[in-house]
């Protein structure tokens, strides 16, 4: 299997460029298109088959780690910079989407020369002539790493912030459309119920009927951003 840049041709030989799809394609070689590669962190490639020949452009090169102005990588080179686990979902996934047109969209780990290791969001579909049959395998890869790093800091953050609403001794409950969303295991327990028995009920439901037309009021009103007093007194109801 042999790697190309776009814009190479060789003699004789059947690919993309005899597909309606190169036409479409012809833009990935401009200046402008290189450059929203280099700042999208993503790259696209195009797999022929049955010549089994891969062009890469010059953005996923540098997203895999190679030089594109050092001339095209050999295909084992390329493989290499996948894990083993990665390599294996992308082989099997790319001979699915040539055989049962069935798109291709997993996320890969890589391996970049000097040891880090970063995610890519990969994406593929089959392009088919007049009757059908698959001609080629279009496809592009995203670099998603800051993106996964950022949602793990934030789960990370969410657990932390929900262990000290947790353990507070405070009365915490947090209200959405009108319904607890949340309720912290010391105000569960000053009313009586348990934590998973309030989820979704109204919280309505657990002030003293004198009092509710009080607290709807500022509940609307704090919805709608109008001032609302820093404090003021609710009576709940204690399950019985």
Same mark, same amino acid.
């Given at each position: 299997? $042999?790697?190309?840049?776009?814009?190479?041709?060789?003699?004789?030989?059947?690919?993309?460029?005899?597909?309606?799809?190169?036409?479409?394609?012809?833009? =990935?070689?401009?200046?402008?298109?290189?450059?929203?590669?280099?700042?999208? #962190?993503?790259? $696209?490639?195009? =797999?022929?088959?049955?010549?089994?020949?891969?062009?890469?452009?010059?953005?996923?090169?540098?997203?895999?780690?190679?030089?594109?102005?050092?001339?095209?990588? $050999?295909?084992?080179? +390329?493989?290499?910079? =996948?894990?083993?686990?990665? #390599?294996?979902?992308?082989?099997?996934?790319?001979?699915?989407?040539?055989?049962?047109? @069935?798109?291709? @969209?997993?996320?890969?780990?890589?391996?970049?020369?000097?040891?880090?290791?970063?995610?890519? &969001?990969?994406?593929?579909?089959? +392009?088919?002539?007049?009757?059908?049959?698959?001609?080629?395998?279009?496809?592009? /890869?995203?670099?998603?790493?800051?993106?996964?790093?950022?949602?793990?800091?934030?789960? +990370?953050?969410?657990?932390?912030?929900?262990? &000290?609403?947790?353990?507070? $001794?405070?009365?915490?409950?947090? +209200?959405?459309?009108? /319904?607890?969303?949340?309720?912290?295991?010391?105000?569960?327990?000053?009313?009586?119920?348990?934590?998973?028995?309030?989820?979704?009920?109204?919280?309505?439901? =657990?002030?003293?009927?004198?009092? #509710?037309? &009080?607290?709807?009021?500022?509940?609307?009103?704090?919805?709608?951003?109008?001032?609302?007093?820093?404090?003021?007194?609710?009576?709940?109801?204690?399950?019985?």
């Amino acid at each position: 299997m $042999t790697v190309r840049h776009r814009g190479q041709s060789d003699q004789g030989q059947t690919g993309l460029a005899d597909t309606e799809t190169q036409a479409a394609t012809g833009s =990935f070689d401009s200046a402008a298109w290189k450059e929203a590669e280099e700042l999208g #962190r993503f790259g $696209t490639f195009e =797999f022929a088959h049955p010549t089994s020949e891969v062009i890469p452009s010059a953005g996923l090169l540098r997203l895999l780690g190679f030089d594109p102005h050092q001339g095209p990588p $050999t295909m084992e080179q +390329v493989w290499q910079r =996948f894990t083993p686990e990665s #390599r294996e979902v992308v082989q099997r996934a790319l001979v699915a989407v040539w055989e049962q047109a @069935k798109p291709l @969209k997993e996320e890969l780990a890589i391996q970049l020369p000097d040891g880090t290791q970063r995610t890519v &969001l990969a994406q593929a579909r089959a +392009v088919t002539d007049e009757q059908g049959q698959p001609t080629a395998i279009l496809g592009y /890869c995203h670099d998603i790493t800051e993106q996964r790093q950022l949602e793990q800091a934030l789960r +990370v953050s969410e657990r932390k912030y929900r262990s &000290l609403l947790d353990s507070s $001794t405070q009365f915490l409950m947090v +209200v959405q459309d009108g /319904c607890v969303v949340y309720i912290n295991p010391h105000a569960a327990r000053s009313l009586g119920y348990s934590v998973e028995s309030l989820n979704n009920r109204s919280f309505l439901d =657990f002030v003293h009927p004198d009092d #509710r037309q &009080l607290a709807g009021e500022m509940y609307q009103r704090r919805l709608s951003g109008q001032p609302v007093p820093e404090r003021y007194e609710l009576r709940v109801i204690k399950s019985s």
